[in-house]
């Protein structure tokens, strides 16, 4: 199986794993370049940061994944994270965060 | 006249709900009523008796075999999930401005509280809610009194749409700032007005916080998820584009177990697909 991009919420992300591309802030500016192997040290400085979820190397399991690009995750995650003026930190809100970034990228994709 | 006392006393003048729904529940309330009664009044009312069949016959239902006359909608659904729907079917052609104002148009309006209808209808049935026949019409009222406002002080109204996307904040917010009260009072006093259920009235009152009542009532916790998860799916849009807070408290009067949200949503979307079809919303 080959390596796909995948979101994974910061919580969610354990050390070892690789940025799929760069971690930006607000401002733009790069505050994690791509490909870094993310370590403990990484995670605490982006959630120090406010960042809600992270583009990673994983494993894909389906063939729906392998279709997102980076550019389009990062589309579906700025259009959501501009609609959401909270932080998701509850199993609710996060459900709620990960169907609006699902539901940008089915819009993208739909022929 | 303030714009709060202006916008009262046109609700108290607008015509009451149609005659079909009237006549409907009129019949209702008499317990010798016959499916025959019932599908006498509907079939009077061709645009209403179109739309029920075909939403009867649609996926929200599921039903196995085809209903292909009122009697047997009556009969298949029950009388109280026909009025209802009668009564959706119709308050869609009562208002009569179909321009827009601002970010605002009528049917992308209608498509959220459809939305907001099928989702409220799935979240109630997996919590097993009581007078299930209250939860489509309950989440497809759930924004009426934006209609109230758009209707009777459109100039408020866009000031309050613009307001709210130039500063990124919920529309309610600037309808209180602007008119004095939100969409949820508005709409409120709409349906007290048109005598509806009470629960229906506290469905559309709450439907921001998702708690009326104590204990909360679940109905109006269903439509305050059911609305959160429909602007996180995009469907329709409801006046400003952000996804609110959803209420954990509401959540948990719910009882329903993680992830089942996202399990349902794709029996919203398709039952969305086929309903915003059928009601000419597409």
């Known amino acids: 199986m080959g390596m796909v991009l995948q979101l994974n919420e910061l919580k969610a992300v354990e050390p070892g794993i690789f940025l799929a591309e760069p971690v930006l802030n607000q401002f733009g500016q790069t505050l994690l370049p791509q490909g870094v192997e993310l370590q403990a040290r990484h995670l605490k400085v982006l959630k120090t940061w406010g960042c809600k979820a992270v583009n990673v190397m994983g494993e894909g399991s389906s063939e729906k994944e392998s279709e997102v690009s980076p550019e389009l995750m990062n589309r579906a995650l700025t259009r959501v994270n501009w609609r959401l003026k909270w932080e998701p930190t509850t199993d609710l809100e996060k459900e709620i965060f990960q169907l609006a970034v699902k539901r940008v990228i089915q819009k993208f994709l739909r022929p | 006249m303030t714009v709060i006392e202006k916008i009262i006393e046109n609700i108290r003048e607008l015509p009451t709900l149609p005659t079909v729904y009237l006549a409907l529940s009129e019949v209702m309330a008499d317990p010798q009523s016959t499916a025959r009664d019932i599908s006498q ?19 929200l239902y599921g039903y196995p075999g085809q209903i ?40 992308d309006f209608w498509a959220h509280s459809l939305g907001v209808g099928i989702a409220t209808r799935i979240i109630g049935q997996a919590c097993r809610l009581p007078k299930v026949e209250d939860l489509f019409v309950a989440g497809i009222l759930h924004d009426i009194g934006k209609l ?34 939100d969409h949820s009072r508005g709409g409120g006093l709409l349906v007290e007005n048109w005598n509806l259920p009470p629960a229906i009235q ?21 439509v305050h998820i059911a609305d959160t998860l429909v602007r996180a799916l995009e469907l329709g849009f ?29 029996a919203v979307l398709q039952q969305f697909e086929e309903a915003t079809k059928i009601m000419g919303l597409h």
């Open chain 2, 41 to 59: 009044i509907v079939a009077s009312d061709l645009a209403s008796a179109s739309r029920v069949l075909r939403l009867a016959n649609s996926v």
């Open chain 2, 68 to 107: 292909d006359t009122i009697s047997r909608a009556v009969v298949v659904l029950g009388f109280d999930e026909v009025r209802n729907l009668v009564l959706a079917s119709s308050v869609l052609d009562l208002f009569s401005k179909q321009d827009s104002a601002f970010d605002f148009r009528p049917v």
């Open chain 2, 148 to 181: 109230v406002f758009f209707e009777f002080a459109e100039k408020e109204f866009s000031r309050a749409l613009d307001q709210a996307n130039k500063c990124q904040q919920p529309l309610w917010e600037s309808e209180m700032e602007i008119l004095g009260m």
């Open chain 2, 202 to 222: 506290n469905a559309i009152r709450g439907h921001h916080s998702g708690l009326i009542g104590d204990p909360a009532d679940p109905l109006v916790a269903a």
């Open chain 2, 238 to 266: 409801g006046g400003d584009d952000l996804i609110p807070r959803p209420n954990e408290q509401a959540w948990e009067v719910l009882g329903l177990p993680p992830n089942t949200l996202t399990e349902m949503t794709p």
